[in-house]
Each structure stands twice: as C-alpha cells, then as structure tokens.
C-alpha cells in the first residue's frame, strides 16, 4: 500500500497576487496538495504600514498552519516578505519560503542599464530593495514605483471586469517617465499581483520592454526544500481560504477554479 504524505503547500497572499506564483508551484511538482490562502480582509498590503504587516501577518499565518498543517508555506507577496520575513519564520516551526524582488535576474538582461521596480508602495520603498539595487545591480540605474492601481486592476481581472487600459499607461509612464526612464528596457514586477497583469502592460507601454518575475525561482527552491518527500498519488482539487466572506469571493471562483482552486472556505 503505497504511503502519502497529504500535507499540503500553503501559498499565502493578501489576494490574488500569489496565483503568479502557483501557476509555477503546480508547473514543477503537479502532485502537490494546495491550500491558497487570500487575506481579504486585510488586503491591500502595499498601503498599509510596515508596523500594521509586520503584526498582523506572523498571526495570521499561525491560525493558517494550525488549520492546514502545511508542510511548507510560500509567502506569495513581495510586501509580506519585504517587511515581514523575519518576524514570520521566527513565529513559524516549518519551512518558509519568501518572495524577492527580481532585480538581480533583470540586471543579467537589461542591455540599456535602466531597470525598473514597480511594486506596492509598500515595497518599493524597503531598504531592502536598495540593498538588492546596491548588491546585484550597482551599474544600473534603478528606478522604482509604488502602484496599488496595479493591484486593484489585477483583482478586477480575476473576477471578470473590464479594466480601463489608461490605468497600465499611467502606471508605466510613473516609471518611464523618471529621469533615464527613456532608456527603461526591463521591469521587475516586484509585487506578485502584476505578472497576472503582464499582457496588459505589455500592451501599454511606450517602448519595449522585457518583464521579469520571482515566480519559476520561489517554484525551484519549493522543489529543492520538497525534495525527496512523499506526495498524495491523487493530490485532489486545491482549496482557496479567504479571511473574510465577501460577494468578491463568489465572483473570483471561476478564475480561481480555472486554475485549479475549486474549493472556497473561509478562515
Ligand atoms: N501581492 C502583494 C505583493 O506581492 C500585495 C498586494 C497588496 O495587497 O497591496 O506585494
């Protein structure tokens, strides 16, 4: 009788970001169990305050792990990670997994040296991501924007609404209209909600631009920290577990079944 270890891969993020990172996750190891957490009622991150992310997110997960007992948790949001990372695996007895800024991949690509962050407010403006500048990317100019439109368009479209086309224009001008922005020629997506908006934005922006993300990255060191452990032969459908019961729910449930999350609960 062949044994399976059931406990699944929570993958956490204030809403929809972290879908950028499961789509990955699921690529590398498809017989993982999932469970998706959303905190909805604590989203957005990126305008909260460090202090605010910092309190709420270790607790929030300990309830999480006490429900799921995941094997490993996947912080699926750059603002968490950015803010919170210590403070989460301090309360934690279990593998974390946290989301970085890709700015050290986008320095290997960028050919014109002008790097782009764009991210929650939240983020771009961590010392973390000057350390990640300072570190991988010292003969780029790296330019940053905050954008919680970003965010809101991307919730828009996972639960099926149309988004102006004018909202990826302004953000993207926000960035390229930095001084050395004509020269942009990548852009990290540092915020987990903006590859599910990537098209979009490729769609929009002025010049050429080539977009990277954290998502095959946090999916590799998945598999290396999973490697050699057990999983279900049958992992069966992922669940999504909201923090709040909102009609916003219901109205994510196609995009959230498409991709493999055909059961809703709420913490
Ligand atoms: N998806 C999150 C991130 O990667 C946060 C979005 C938000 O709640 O503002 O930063």
Redesign the pocket.
């Known amino acids: 009788m062949p044994v399976s270890d059931t406990r699944p891969i929570l993958l956490f993020?204030?809403?929809v970001?972290?879908l950028s990172v499961l789509g990955p996750v699921r690529a590398l190891i498809p017989a993982a169990p999932i469970v998706y957490a959303a905190d909805s009622a604590g989203?957005?991150?990126?305008?909260k305050t460090e202090a605010e992310i910092a309190a709420r997110v270790p607790a929030l997960l300990g309830r999480l792990v006490e429900r799921y007992r995941p094997r490993l948790i996947v912080i699926?949001?750059?603002?968490?990670s950015t803010i919170a990372l210590p403070e989460i695996r301090a309360a934690l007895d279990l593998p974390v997994v946290g989301?970085v800024p890709a700015i050290k991949p986008a320095a290997l690509v960028s050919k014109s040296r002008v790097i782009g962050v764009l991210?929650?407010a939240?983020?771009v403006r961590q010392r973390y991501v000057d350390k990640l500048s300072a570190e991988f990317a010292a003969d780029c100019t790296v330019l940053r924007h905050g954008s919680?439109a970003l965010?809101k368009a991307a919730e828009a479209k996972l639960r099926g609404e149309a988004v102006d086309p004018a909202v990826y224009e302004r953000e993207l001008a926000a960035l390229s209209g930095q001084p050395g922005g004509e020269r942009l020629d990548t852009v990290v997506l540092?915020?987990?909600?903006f590859p599910l908006v990537q098209e979009e934005l490729a769609a929009a922006a002025p010049q050429l631009l080539q977009f990277v993300d954290g998502g095959a990255g946090i999916a590799r060191r998945v598999a290396v920290l999973t490697e050699g452990q057990e999983w279900p032969s049958e992992p069966g459908p992922g669940l999504a577990v909201f923090t709040s019961d909102t009609p916003a729910n219901q109205a994510l449930a196609p995009g959230l079944a498409a991709r493999g999350l055909a059961r809703i609960e709420v913490l």
């Open positions: 993020d204030s809403g970001g972290g989203f957005p991150y990126g305008t699926a949001c750059n603002t968490a989301t991210g929650t939240g983020t919680d965010v540092a915020c987990t909600h």
